[in-house]
């Protein structure tokens, strides 16, 4: 098992930044992927960014040339940072720790708790 605890999240103007933090209680080089995903009210859990083990990145098509995602294997954390923020960018946002399970590829995926940002002026 892993804990994964958010933070950075909050009240920021469109156009603003925002840099979320996600640490872990074990280590994350572990894992085959870490990333971010999204809930705004009423709708369903989407993919922000994600990170493999070996650095490879993937980003939601809204987010792409404003959100970075990093990750820091020695302290065990993963960073987003969010610029150019947009109304439509407000969401909880939740961490990732993503396994793969077995020879057939099934994974399993550890959840952070989330923390909201809010982006409106």
């Known amino acids: 098992q892993v804990q994964l605890v958010e933070s950075g999240g909050g009240l920021v103007q469109p156009g603003g930044s925002l840099r979320l933090s996600c640490a872990a209680s074990?280590?994350?080089?572990?894992?085959?992927?870490m990333g971010w995903y999204r809930q705004a009210p009423g709708v369903q859990r989407e993919l922000v960014a994600t990170?493999?083990?070996?650095?490879?990145?993937n980003y939601a098509d809204s987010v792409k040339g404003r959100f970075t995602i990093s990750r820091e294997n020695a302290k065990n954390t993963v960073s987003l940072q969010m610029n150019s923020l947009k109304p439509e960018d407000t969401a909880v946002y939740y961490c990732?720790?993503?396994?793969?399970?077995?020879?057939?590829?099934?994974?399993?995926?550890?959840w952070g708790q989330g923390t909201q940002v809010t982006v409106s002026s």
């Open positions: 990732s720790a993503t396994r793969v399970v077995n020879v057939e590829g099934a994974t399993y995926t550890h």
């Open positions: 990170m493999t083990s070996g650095g490879s990145t």
């Open positions: 074990r280590s994350i080089a572990r894992f085959d992927a």
